[in-house]
Protein backbone atom coordinates (compact mmCIF):
# COMPACT_ATOMS: atom_id res chain seq x y z
CA UNK A 1 0.00 0.00 0.00
CA UNK A 2 1.79 3.49 -1.08
CA UNK A 3 3.29 5.46 2.04
CA UNK A 4 4.34 8.91 1.63
CA UNK A 5 7.30 10.44 3.54
CA UNK A 6 7.69 14.38 4.04
CA UNK A 7 11.04 15.31 5.42
CA UNK A 8 11.05 18.67 7.23
CA UNK A 9 14.53 19.84 7.63
CA UNK A 10 14.46 22.37 10.40
CA UNK A 11 15.25 21.76 14.16
CA UNK A 12 15.07 24.80 17.20
CA UNK A 13 18.45 23.38 18.77
CA UNK A 14 21.24 20.91 17.17
CA UNK A 15 20.98 17.65 19.82
CA UNK A 16 24.81 16.78 19.98
CA UNK A 17 24.25 13.12 18.74
CA UNK A 18 22.31 13.80 15.51
CA UNK A 19 24.09 13.17 12.16
CA UNK A 20 20.47 13.52 10.15
CA UNK A 21 19.82 16.49 7.59
CA UNK A 22 18.52 19.74 9.80
CA UNK A 23 19.30 23.40 9.99
CA UNK A 24 18.74 25.37 13.01
CA UNK A 25 18.42 28.62 10.63
CA UNK A 26 14.76 28.98 10.09
CA UNK A 27 15.12 31.44 7.03
CA UNK A 28 15.03 29.01 4.27
CA UNK A 29 11.49 28.07 5.45
CA UNK A 30 9.50 30.21 2.86
CA UNK A 31 11.30 28.93 0.12
CA UNK A 32 11.43 25.37 1.48
CA UNK A 33 7.80 25.05 1.37
CA UNK A 34 7.17 26.52 -1.97
CA UNK A 35 9.99 24.03 -3.30
CA UNK A 36 8.11 20.77 -1.43
CA UNK A 37 4.57 21.93 -2.82
CA UNK A 38 6.21 21.87 -6.60
CA UNK A 39 8.31 18.71 -5.40
CA UNK A 40 4.93 17.32 -4.22
CA UNK A 41 3.43 18.20 -8.58
CA UNK A 42 6.63 16.78 -10.29
CA UNK A 43 6.42 13.12 -8.67
CA UNK A 44 3.14 12.62 -8.86
CA UNK A 45 3.69 9.76 -11.07
CA UNK A 46 5.77 7.95 -8.87
CA UNK A 47 3.41 5.06 -8.01
CA UNK A 48 1.30 5.21 -11.21
CA UNK A 49 2.93 5.61 -14.73
CA UNK A 50 -0.88 5.61 -16.14
CA UNK A 51 -2.19 8.53 -17.40
CA UNK A 52 -6.12 8.45 -15.87
CA UNK A 53 -6.90 11.10 -13.51
CA UNK A 54 -7.86 8.91 -10.48
CA UNK A 55 -5.82 9.53 -7.20
CA UNK A 56 -3.87 6.76 -5.79
CA UNK A 57 -4.64 6.26 -1.55
CA UNK A 58 -1.99 6.68 0.55
CA UNK A 59 -2.12 4.16 3.21
CA UNK A 60 0.41 5.87 5.42
CA UNK A 61 1.69 9.40 5.56
CA UNK A 62 4.80 10.56 7.97
CA UNK A 63 6.48 13.84 8.65
CA UNK A 64 9.46 13.07 9.70
CA UNK A 65 12.79 15.27 9.97
CA UNK A 66 14.21 17.68 11.51
CA UNK A 67 11.11 18.66 13.72
CA UNK A 68 8.29 18.59 11.92
CA UNK A 69 6.18 20.00 15.24
CA UNK A 70 8.25 22.92 14.12
CA UNK A 71 5.88 24.18 11.75
CA UNK A 72 3.05 26.21 12.01
CA UNK A 73 -0.87 24.97 11.08
CA UNK A 74 -0.86 27.20 8.32
CA UNK A 75 2.35 25.99 6.95
CA UNK A 76 1.60 22.30 7.50
CA UNK A 77 -1.98 22.93 6.40
CA UNK A 78 -0.08 24.21 2.54
CA UNK A 79 1.52 21.21 2.54
CA UNK A 80 -1.59 19.08 3.14
CA UNK A 81 -3.40 20.94 0.73
CA UNK A 82 -0.43 19.96 -2.01
CA UNK A 83 -0.91 16.50 -1.25
CA UNK A 84 -4.86 16.25 -1.33
CA UNK A 85 -4.57 17.78 -4.97
CA UNK A 86 -2.70 14.64 -5.44
CA UNK A 87 -3.64 11.77 -3.53
CA UNK A 88 -6.63 10.53 -1.01
CA UNK A 89 -6.36 9.41 2.65
CA UNK A 90 -8.96 9.73 5.32
CA UNK A 91 -9.00 8.43 8.89
CA UNK A 92 -7.97 4.95 7.58
CA UNK A 93 -4.78 5.84 6.95
CA UNK A 94 -1.96 6.50 9.15
CA UNK A 95 -0.72 10.14 9.24
CA UNK A 96 2.02 10.57 12.03
CA UNK A 97 4.17 13.55 12.72
CA UNK A 98 7.51 13.25 14.55
CA UNK A 99 7.23 15.81 17.41
CA UNK A 100 9.33 17.43 19.99
CA UNK A 101 7.63 17.65 23.66
CA UNK A 102 8.07 21.52 23.87
CA UNK A 103 5.96 22.11 20.41
CA UNK A 104 3.01 20.06 22.14
CA UNK A 105 1.17 22.31 23.80
CA UNK A 106 -2.91 21.59 24.12
CA UNK A 107 -3.79 24.24 21.12
CA UNK A 108 -0.52 22.48 18.91
CA UNK A 109 -2.36 19.39 19.44
CA UNK A 110 -5.81 20.32 19.11
CA UNK A 111 -4.91 21.91 15.57
CA UNK A 112 -2.27 18.86 14.06
CA UNK A 113 -5.80 16.68 15.26
CA UNK A 114 -8.02 18.98 12.72
CA UNK A 115 -5.55 18.26 9.98
CA UNK A 116 -5.78 14.68 10.52
CA UNK A 117 -2.93 13.82 12.09
CA UNK A 118 -4.10 10.39 13.82
CA UNK A 119 -0.15 9.53 15.19
CA UNK A 120 2.58 11.45 17.10
CA UNK A 121 5.57 10.12 17.37
CA UNK A 122 7.13 11.49 20.47
CA UNK A 123 10.93 12.43 20.99
CA UNK A 124 11.26 11.73 24.83
CA UNK A 125 14.72 10.26 24.77
CA UNK A 126 14.58 10.34 29.04
CA UNK A 127 12.69 11.07 31.45
CA UNK A 128 15.76 12.48 33.46
CA UNK A 129 17.79 16.03 33.04
CA UNK A 130 20.67 15.01 33.01
CA UNK A 131 20.28 12.56 29.90
CA UNK A 132 18.34 15.43 28.21
CA UNK A 133 21.20 17.56 29.28
CA UNK A 134 24.17 15.61 28.22
CA UNK A 135 22.50 14.61 24.84
CA UNK A 136 21.26 18.60 24.35
CA UNK A 137 17.80 18.63 23.99
CA UNK A 138 15.79 21.30 24.28
CA UNK A 139 12.59 20.06 26.23
CA UNK A 140 13.07 19.28 30.42
CA UNK A 141 11.55 16.53 31.90
CA UNK A 142 8.43 18.01 32.74
CA UNK A 143 7.94 19.29 29.25
CA UNK A 144 8.12 15.36 28.12
CA UNK A 145 5.51 13.80 30.77
CA UNK A 146 2.91 17.03 29.79
CA UNK A 147 3.17 16.20 26.15
CA UNK A 148 2.08 12.78 26.49
CA UNK A 149 -0.10 13.40 29.16
CA UNK A 150 -1.64 16.29 26.28
CA UNK A 151 -1.86 14.16 23.63
CA UNK A 152 -3.48 11.52 25.33
CA UNK A 153 -6.33 13.66 26.49
CA UNK A 154 -6.66 15.17 23.36
CA UNK A 155 -7.70 11.79 22.17
CA UNK A 156 -5.12 10.61 20.22
CA UNK A 157 -4.59 7.37 21.31
CA UNK A 158 -1.79 6.25 18.64
CA UNK A 159 1.49 7.20 20.11
CA UNK A 160 4.86 6.03 19.90
CA UNK A 161 7.81 7.42 21.88
CA UNK A 162 11.46 7.62 21.41
CA UNK A 163 13.84 6.40 24.67
CA UNK A 164 17.46 6.25 23.96
CA UNK A 165 20.05 4.01 26.31
CA UNK A 166 23.71 3.53 26.54
CA UNK A 167 23.62 7.25 27.64
CA UNK A 168 26.94 7.37 29.98
CA UNK A 169 24.71 9.40 32.65
CA UNK A 170 21.88 6.70 32.55
CA UNK A 171 22.44 3.68 34.92
CA UNK A 172 20.68 0.88 34.95
CA UNK A 173 18.50 1.51 37.53
CA UNK A 174 16.96 4.77 35.51
CA UNK A 175 16.82 3.27 32.36
CA UNK A 176 14.12 0.73 34.37
CA UNK A 177 12.55 3.97 35.68
CA UNK A 178 12.40 5.42 32.09
CA UNK A 179 10.77 2.18 30.99
CA UNK A 180 8.57 2.05 33.71
CA UNK A 181 7.35 5.62 33.49
CA UNK A 182 6.25 4.71 29.91
CA UNK A 183 4.47 1.92 30.80
CA UNK A 184 2.47 3.74 33.39
CA UNK A 185 1.53 6.55 30.92
CA UNK A 186 0.13 3.59 28.26
CA UNK A 187 1.59 3.98 25.58
CA UNK A 188 1.04 1.62 23.57
CA UNK A 189 4.70 1.78 21.11
CA UNK A 190 8.56 2.15 22.02
CA UNK A 191 10.60 2.67 19.42
CA UNK A 192 14.48 3.12 21.16
CA UNK A 193 18.15 3.20 20.17
CA UNK A 194 21.28 2.76 21.51
CA UNK A 195 23.69 6.16 21.80
CA UNK A 196 25.63 6.19 19.17
CA UNK A 197 28.76 8.19 18.52
CA UNK A 198 28.26 9.59 14.74
CA UNK A 199 31.64 11.19 13.06
CA UNK A 200 31.92 14.70 13.36
CA UNK A 201 29.11 15.49 15.44
CA UNK A 202 29.32 17.53 18.35
CA UNK A 203 29.00 14.15 20.35
CA UNK A 204 31.66 12.85 18.86
CA UNK A 205 34.11 16.54 19.17
CA UNK A 206 33.51 16.59 23.17
CA UNK A 207 34.04 13.20 24.03
CA UNK A 208 37.77 13.37 22.23
CA UNK A 209 37.64 16.82 23.71
CA UNK A 210 37.04 14.89 27.22
CA UNK A 211 33.86 17.29 27.85
CA UNK A 212 31.60 14.76 28.02
CA UNK A 213 31.88 10.65 29.25
CA UNK A 214 32.29 8.14 26.29
CA UNK A 215 29.62 5.99 25.27
CA UNK A 216 30.08 1.67 26.88
CA UNK A 217 28.99 -0.94 23.93
CA UNK A 218 28.92 -3.08 27.35
CA UNK A 219 26.30 -0.59 29.36
CA UNK A 220 24.40 -0.38 25.77
CA UNK A 221 24.13 -4.13 25.29
CA UNK A 222 23.13 -4.65 29.60
CA UNK A 223 20.12 -2.19 28.61
CA UNK A 224 19.35 -3.31 25.46
CA UNK A 225 18.78 -6.86 27.79
CA UNK A 226 16.69 -4.95 30.62
CA UNK A 227 14.51 -3.40 27.74
CA UNK A 228 13.68 -7.13 26.09
CA UNK A 229 13.09 -8.34 29.79
CA UNK A 230 10.77 -5.70 30.58
CA UNK A 231 8.94 -4.90 27.41
CA UNK A 232 8.16 -8.56 27.18
CA UNK A 233 6.79 -8.50 30.80
CA UNK A 234 4.50 -5.62 29.77
CA UNK A 235 3.04 -7.39 26.70
CA UNK A 236 5.18 -5.32 24.05
CA UNK A 237 5.60 -7.43 20.90
CA UNK A 238 9.54 -6.62 19.64
CA UNK A 239 8.57 -6.37 16.02
CA UNK A 240 11.46 -5.22 15.06
CA UNK A 241 15.33 -4.67 16.56
CA UNK A 242 14.51 -0.66 17.86
CA UNK A 243 10.66 -0.97 17.99
CA UNK A 244 7.84 -2.75 20.30
CA UNK A 245 4.45 -2.05 20.16
CA UNK A 246 1.40 -3.56 21.62
CA UNK A 247 -0.88 -5.31 18.97
CA UNK A 248 -2.33 -3.10 16.51
CA UNK A 249 -0.09 -0.12 16.96
CA UNK A 250 2.68 -0.97 15.15
CA UNK A 251 4.08 1.23 12.34
CA UNK A 252 1.84 0.71 8.76
CA UNK A 253 4.75 3.25 7.46
CA UNK A 254 8.19 1.46 9.06
CA UNK A 255 6.47 -1.98 8.07
CA UNK A 256 6.78 -0.84 4.27
CA UNK A 257 10.16 -0.21 4.49
CA UNK A 258 10.81 -3.16 6.17
CA UNK A 259 9.23 -5.73 3.77
CA UNK A 260 10.27 -4.34 0.44
CA UNK A 261 7.48 -2.80 -0.38
CA UNK A 262 7.73 0.57 -2.85
CA UNK A 263 7.75 3.88 -1.18
CA UNK A 264 7.98 7.85 -1.62
CA UNK A 265 9.98 10.21 0.13
CA UNK A 266 9.76 13.62 -0.42
CA UNK A 267 12.01 16.85 1.18
CA UNK A 268 16.02 17.16 1.39
CA UNK A 269 17.56 13.84 2.04
CA UNK A 270 14.54 11.88 1.50
CA UNK A 271 14.73 8.56 0.17
CA UNK A 272 12.52 6.46 -2.29
CA UNK A 273 12.24 3.03 -3.51
CA UNK A 274 10.37 1.05 -6.46
CA UNK A 275 11.04 -1.40 -8.45
CA UNK A 276 14.68 -2.17 -7.40
CA UNK A 277 15.20 1.95 -8.03
CA UNK A 278 16.35 3.82 -4.96
CA UNK A 279 16.42 7.40 -5.16
CA UNK A 280 17.70 9.83 -2.68
CA UNK A 281 17.58 13.89 -2.45
CA UNK A 282 20.20 16.20 -1.73
CA UNK A 283 21.32 16.33 1.54
CA UNK A 284 21.20 20.22 1.47
CA UNK A 285 18.37 22.26 1.64
CA UNK A 286 19.46 25.58 -0.20
CA UNK A 287 20.54 23.37 -3.39
CA UNK A 288 17.56 21.67 -2.74
CA UNK A 289 15.10 24.60 -3.07
CA UNK A 290 17.08 25.93 -6.35
CA UNK A 291 16.91 22.25 -8.09
CA UNK A 292 13.35 22.61 -7.19
CA UNK A 293 12.95 26.55 -8.52
CA UNK A 294 14.43 25.25 -11.59
CA UNK A 295 11.84 22.25 -12.41
CA UNK A 296 14.83 19.55 -12.14
CA UNK A 297 13.97 16.45 -9.18
CA UNK A 298 17.26 17.11 -6.52
CA UNK A 299 17.54 13.42 -6.45
CA UNK A 300 20.04 10.70 -7.25
CA UNK A 301 19.16 7.07 -8.72
CA UNK A 302 20.57 3.57 -7.81
CA UNK A 303 19.11 0.41 -10.00
CA UNK A 304 19.97 -2.24 -7.57
CA UNK A 305 21.47 -5.46 -8.77
CA UNK A 306 19.57 -8.85 -8.05
CA UNK A 307 22.52 -9.24 -5.47
CA UNK A 308 21.86 -5.56 -3.61
CA UNK A 309 18.25 -6.31 -3.61
CA UNK A 310 18.12 -9.85 -1.86
CA UNK A 311 21.11 -8.33 1.12
CA UNK A 312 18.29 -5.35 1.09
CA UNK A 313 15.66 -7.93 1.97
CA UNK A 314 18.11 -9.38 4.26
CA UNK A 315 19.30 -6.89 5.91
CA UNK A 316 15.55 -5.24 6.53
CA UNK A 317 13.25 -8.97 7.14
CA UNK A 318 15.99 -10.48 9.63
CA UNK A 319 15.45 -7.49 11.96
CA UNK A 320 11.96 -7.68 12.44
CA UNK A 321 9.82 -10.85 14.26
CA UNK A 322 8.76 -12.56 11.14
CA UNK A 323 11.86 -12.85 9.84
CA UNK A 324 13.65 -13.52 6.66
CA UNK A 325 11.40 -15.58 4.09
CA UNK A 326 13.40 -18.56 2.60
CA UNK A 327 10.24 -19.12 -0.11
CA UNK A 328 10.52 -15.47 -1.23
CA UNK A 329 13.90 -15.78 -1.61
CA UNK A 330 13.52 -19.10 -3.61
CA UNK A 331 10.88 -17.75 -6.04
CA UNK A 332 12.32 -13.95 -6.27
CA UNK A 333 16.03 -14.75 -6.37
CA UNK A 334 16.58 -18.29 -7.44
CA UNK A 335 17.64 -21.60 -6.12
CA UNK A 336 21.09 -20.44 -6.22
CA UNK A 337 20.72 -17.70 -3.98
CA UNK A 338 18.43 -19.49 -1.69
CA UNK A 339 20.75 -22.69 -1.10
CA UNK A 340 23.11 -20.08 0.10
CA UNK A 341 21.75 -18.39 2.44
CA UNK A 342 19.65 -21.59 3.99
CA UNK A 343 23.52 -23.17 4.09
CA UNK A 344 25.05 -20.24 5.94
CA UNK A 345 22.25 -20.21 8.42
CA UNK A 346 22.73 -23.93 9.37
CA UNK A 347 25.55 -22.81 12.11
CA UNK A 348 23.10 -19.94 13.53
CA UNK A 349 20.38 -22.41 14.43
CA UNK A 350 22.79 -25.05 15.78
CA UNK A 351 24.42 -22.06 18.10
CA UNK A 352 20.83 -20.98 19.25
CA UNK A 353 21.28 -17.61 17.51
CA UNK A 354 18.36 -18.32 14.47
CA UNK A 355 15.67 -20.66 14.52
CA UNK A 356 13.60 -21.67 11.42
CA UNK A 357 10.04 -21.19 11.99
CA UNK A 358 7.56 -21.99 8.57
CA UNK A 359 10.51 -21.61 6.41
CA UNK A 360 11.15 -17.96 8.16
CA UNK A 361 14.66 -17.36 9.43
CA UNK A 362 13.92 -15.68 12.65
CA UNK A 363 16.65 -14.24 15.11
CA UNK A 364 16.30 -15.36 18.59
CA UNK A 365 16.40 -13.81 22.41
CA UNK A 366 20.48 -14.36 21.62
CA UNK A 367 20.66 -13.39 18.21
CA UNK A 368 18.80 -10.27 18.73
CA UNK A 369 22.13 -8.92 19.86
CA UNK A 370 24.11 -10.01 16.89
CA UNK A 371 21.48 -8.49 14.14
CA UNK A 372 23.42 -6.74 12.13
CA UNK A 373 26.48 -9.34 12.35
CA UNK A 374 24.34 -12.52 11.18
CA UNK A 375 22.42 -10.55 8.66
CA UNK A 376 26.03 -9.34 7.48
CA UNK A 377 26.76 -13.05 7.30
CA UNK A 378 23.65 -13.77 5.16
CA UNK A 379 24.42 -11.55 2.52
CA UNK A 380 25.41 -13.07 -0.75
CA UNK A 381 28.02 -11.84 -3.13
S1 LIG B 1 15.43 17.29 17.26
FE1 LIG B 1 15.77 15.35 16.16
S2 LIG B 1 16.48 15.93 14.12
FE2 LIG B 1 16.63 17.77 15.41
S3 LIG B 1 18.74 17.76 16.11
FE3 LIG B 1 17.53 16.70 17.68
S4 LIG B 1 17.62 14.51 17.11
FE4 LIG B 1 18.30 15.71 15.33
Same mark, same amino acid.
Given at each position: MPGLYIHI????????YCNFHFSV???NRPDFLSALVKEINITKDFYT?????SKIFLDTLYFGG??????SINELEQIFVAISSIYDFNDKSEITLEANPDDLTITKIAELKSLGINRLSIG????FEEDLMYMNRLHSVSQAEDSIKNVFKAGIENITIDLIYG????TNERWTRNLKKAFEFGVPHISSYALTVEEKTPLDFFIKKEKLQPVSDELAAIQFEIMLELMEKNNF???EISNFGKS !???SRHNLSYWTGLPYLGLGPAAHSYIKGKRFWNISNTSKYISSINDNKLPRECEELSLIQQVNEYIMTSIR??? !???LFKIKNEFGDIVFQKIEKTSEKYIRNGLLMKENNNLILTKKGKFLADGIAADLFVD
Open positions: PFCRQACNSQKSSKNNGTPSILIQSFIPTLQHY !GFFTMW !GCD
